[in-house]
């Protein structure tokens, strides 16, 4: 089944401080390897296929495309730029592992990157929470999915 990624890079450039000439190469990997260990773990599985297999589909729609717009995609863009700010500054390439810099602005230290990645997470776990209190009162009788996981 084809990975489907439940935000676009215009929502990360929109909802974060991610400027909007990163290239997309950059960062497309950590939606996808966000989506899959923190978005998947709160979702669950059944859910999370469900949701999936609808947007490849193209038929995303009603109370589950409102699950993603306004619960789903909070989530994962924060917790998005957490994976992603510790490489934000490194290019893997045939000569190496390289460090950008520029002549008009410092790099930023370590415990810097940390607090950013910090700060993300919180926004990430307050998303997340918003979404578990949602699913709380609103999963038996429209996301039935979200109780069959074995």
């Known amino acids: 089944m084809a990975t ?8 990360l450039v929109k909802n974060t401080a991610i400027s909007g000439s990163v290239d ?3 960062f497309i990997h950590f939606i996808k390897l966000a989506q899959e260990i923190h978005v998947r773990n709160y979702l669950g599985t059944d859910l999370y296929n469900k949701i999936s297999a609808d947007i490849v589909a193209g ?7 409102t699950l993603v717009n306004d619960f789903i995609q909070d989530m994962l863009i924060h917790y998005d730029i957490a994976e992603y700010l510790p490489f934000a500054a490194y290019t893997i390439a045939n000569k190496g592992v390289f460090k950008h810099g520029s002549e008009n602005a410092s790099n930023v230290e370590k415990d810097e990157i940390d607090f950013l990645i910090e700060k993300e ?5 307050y998303y997340t ?3 578990i209190d949602y699913m709380s009162f609103n999963a038996s009788g429209k996301y039935p999915e979200y109780y069959t996981n074995s």
């Open 4 to 11: 489907a990624l439940f935000i676009k890079r215009e929502d």
């Open 24 to 26: 997309t190469d950059k």
């Open 59 to 65: 038929s995303l729609s009603g109370d589950y495309l």
């Open 121 to 125: 997470r919180n926004i990430a776990q």
């Open 129 to 131: 929470d918003r979404f």
